[in-house]
């Protein structure tokens, strides 16, 4: 945990007491309020140093793009083409960082199976449709189908 976000839980931690002596529904109010930022800090913790790796296929369907829209380096990256049998490999990936691979011929709908792992050796892997004619992948989709989304 960092400094800034001990002192922030230790300034909630003695505001929380100094309000049980004013009123403890008072200090019961501000105890779930450090409970959640707490809950908060652990999160974003976790989730300090997770690469994401994503593939997509640019604007003239003839090159593949892979990003790493996480927040740690991605290493041995391996792409597989489904049914296109092509494969490459990207050695690393910065957060933010792209990398392309040109095809020799338009595609106009395959798989990327994405295999990758960070910088501790855990291993990931994940699979994107890729169209010509679709609007790629999109970060706000949620995982499962809910309000009409599919």
Request: net charge negative; proline share 5%.
């Amino acid at each position: 945990m960092e400094k800034n976000q001990r002192i922030i839980l230790v300034a909630g931690g003695l505001v929380t007491f100094g309000l049980f002596f004013i009123e403890p529904f008072f200090a019961l109010i501000a105890l779930v309020c450090v409970l959640a930022l707490l809950m908060s800090f652990h999160i974003m913790g976790d989730m300090a140093a997770y690469p994401l790796i994503t593939a997509e296929l640019s604007e003239n369907a003839r090159e593949i793009v892979v990003t790493n829209a996480g927040t740690e380096r991605a290493r041995n990256i391996h792409v597989a083409l489904v049914p296109l049998n092509v494969e490459f490999d990207v050695a690393s990936l910065d957060p933010d960082e792209k990398s392309g691979f040109s095809l020799t011929s338009m595609v106009s709908e395959a798989k990327a199976v994405v295999t990758y792992e960070n910088s501790a050796g855990r291993e990931f892997s994940r699979s994107y449709p890729l169209s010509a004619l679709g609007a790629g992948y999109d970060p706000t989709e949620p995982m499962f189908p809910i309000f009409g989304n599919k």
